[in-house]
């Protein structure tokens, strides 16, 4: 199986920067889009960010021009650089991976990590 472990949420206030990590583990063969995703109290979860393997990024328009995605390919991890942090900006942020876990015959999937809370304070 595969496990996404997501690290550098915390508490910050408006205008600050945090950095969030996701690291996968386990069966890979290869993984394929990366991104992030997050929750707000009530909302629904919603993309924030996503990064193919060629870096290939898309972001959600609120966030576009403060965060920035990132990957390392070599060593299965995604990164999600936040500036200019808002208070609508708090939720649980999710790390979503789509990992291929077979090569004959193909089968990919897709995994998500336990999240992590990211709280901005006005």
């Known amino acids: 199986q595969v496990q996404l472990v997501e690290s550098g949420g915390g508490l910050v206030q408006a205008g600050g920067s945090l950095r969030l990590s996701c690291a996968a583990s386990?069966?890979?063969?290869?993984?394929?889009?990366m991104g992030w995703y997050r929750q707000a109290p009530g909302q629904q979860r919603e993309l924030v960010a996503t990064i193919t393997s060629g870096g290939n990024t898309n972001y959600a328009d609120s966030v576009k021009g403060r965060f920035t995605i990132s990957r390392d390919n070599a060593k299965n991890t995604v990164h999600l650089q936040m500036n200019s942090l808002k208070p609508e900006d708090t939720g649980v942020y999710y790390c979503n991976a789509d990992v291929v876990v077979r090569v004959r015959p193909w089968i990919s999937d897709h995994f998500w990590g336990q999240g992590t809370q990211v709280t901005v304070s006005s």
């Open positions: 386990g069966t890979i063969f290869r993984i394929n889009d």
